[in-house]
């Protein structure tokens, strides 16, 4: 990240995490909290190893990812992650030779530490605890929806069935009504998902 996206990213969470300084302490200023929580965020180094890089204790670690953890959910999530220009990504799409397509689908494991309750719900197919993000994606890779917290064990058709996406791509609200006739056939705004994905309307696999 270079250190102009670093300074805006600082300014569009300091809303968030202003603080005031105590009579028994000076609080961290938001660019060192942004910068601990990016770099916790961006490696698999252990909280010690991060408490090392800047300084800090290791609770402070903590408290400071979670912090900007929050601002980034209150302040960007919604900003950030979002439809946009449905037409501009069905060109995309289309000039990669599918047409009428408004995104496609997927979902990732995050590696997490085994809970002490109903561990067992969070381990993978592959054998490691995880956290399902279920993403979908515009014709450049960018999120325009995410689906996040369910555990490692629940298959993606699951994930998928009880988000909202689902919802509303089933009551076809989510994308406008841009349908196309290709032969004899009218086709909708569809996505593309991995054979995981029920076969809809409205989604290819």
Known sequence: MCKGTFLELCELLSPALKHQDTRMRAVLTIQKRVAIALWKLATPDSYRSVTN??????????????QVAHAIIDLLLSK???LGDVQVSIDGFSAMGFPNCGGAIDGTH???????????QYINRKGYFSMVLQALVDHKGRFTNINVGWPGK???????RNSGLFRRLQEGIYFSD???TLGDVEMP????GDPAY????WLMK
Request: proline share 9%.
């Open 154 to 160: 629940v298959h993606d058709a699951r994930v998928f």
């Open 198 to 201: 029920p076969l809809m309307p």
């Open 178 to 180: 841009c349908k196309i």
């Open 53 to 66: 890089q800047f300084g800090v204790g290791k609770s402070t670690v903590g408290v400071a990812v979670m």
């Open 189 to 192: 705004v569809v996505i593309l």
């Open 110 to 120: 995050i590696p997490i530490l085994g809970p002490s309750h109903q561990g067992s």
């Open 80 to 82: 950030v992650v979002t």
